[in-house]
T-cell receptor, first 117, second 114 residues
Framework: AQSVTQLDSHVSVSEGTPVLLRCNYS??????LFWYVQHPNKGLQLLLK??????LVKGINGFEAEFKKSETSFHLTKPSAHMSDAAEYFC???????????????FGQGTILTVHP | EAQVTQNPRYLITVTGKKLTVTCSQN?????MSWYRQDPGLGLRQIYY???????DKGDVPEGYKVSRKEKRNFPLILESPSPNQTSLYFC?????????????FGEGSRLTVL
């Protein structure tokens, strides 16, 4: 079984300050991990993904995440927050292990990021 | 333009009245999936389909049915809706060949069951 825990339901930062959204996962195999963003009244958009290549993954809009197997973590960071980053963020784990199957996805509960001027 | 289209976007219905939420993608993706989003619970997978005529249960399949007769379409059927199925529903698709690619999500369908 796999699971995902997003450690903060809400994070509030000031514009121009760093962002840290925390995610821990549980998996009995080498997982694939993703971060998705959801802006109000929109569907989800992929920010970045980890699939057993480089442990530091760069995504869109200046976000990056580091896979730490020893800590079972996949925290999302951004050096400087922008007002447009205000949204809900989801950490996702997949049991995909290669080949043509996609695997089962498990979503975290979400973290709402608020950015103050 | 590559997209996943869901209809209807908003629906209010009554308990027991069968309804179907359609999902169509124009990217020739093999994998399609339905999720429901509820506050504080994130997204939970209802059903998924690896390809035509291949479907499987996700985490919360009770009260739902799906079919995959064509590659592009993956309708979600609520045979007898109940108030606990009031939720925001998302359809998503992805090309499964090779690495897991980007999940493309529809805009969502907000369903209220009275």
């Amino acid at each position: 079984a796999q699971s995902v825990t997003q450690l903060d339901s809400h994070v509030s930062v000031s514009e121009g300050t760093p962002v840290l959204l925390r995610c821990n996962y549980s998996s009995s195999y080498s997982p694939s991990l993703f971060w998705y963003v959801q802006h109000p009244n929109k569907g989800l958009q992929l920010l970045l993904k980890y699939t057993s290549a480089a442990t530091l993954v760069k995504g869109i809009n200046g976000f990056e995440a580091e896979f730490k197997k020893s800590e079972t973590s996949f925290h999302l960071t951004k050096p400087s927050a922008h007002m447009s980053d205000a949204a809900e963020y989801f950490c996702v784990v997949s049991d995909w292990s290669g080949g043509t199957s996609y695997g089962k996805l498990t979503f975290g509960q979400g973290t709402i990021l608020t950015v103050h001027p | 333009e590559a997209q996943v289209t869901q209809n209807p976007r908003y629906l209010i219905t009554v308990t027991g009245k069968k309804l179907t939420v359609t999902c169509s993608q124009n990217m020739n993706h093999e994998y399609m999936s339905w999720y429901r989003q509820d506050p504080g619970l994130g997204l939970r997978q209802i059903y998924y389909s690896m390809n035509v005529e291949v479907t499987d249960k996700g985490d919360v399949p009770e009260g739902y049915k799906v079919s995959r007769k064509e590659k592009r379409n993956f309708p979600l059927i609520l045979e007898s809706p109940s108030p606990n199925q009031t939720s925001l529903y998302f359809c998503a698709s992805v090309l499964t060949s090779g690495n897991p690619g980007e999940l493309f999500f529809g805009e969502g369908s907000r369903l209220t069951v009275l």
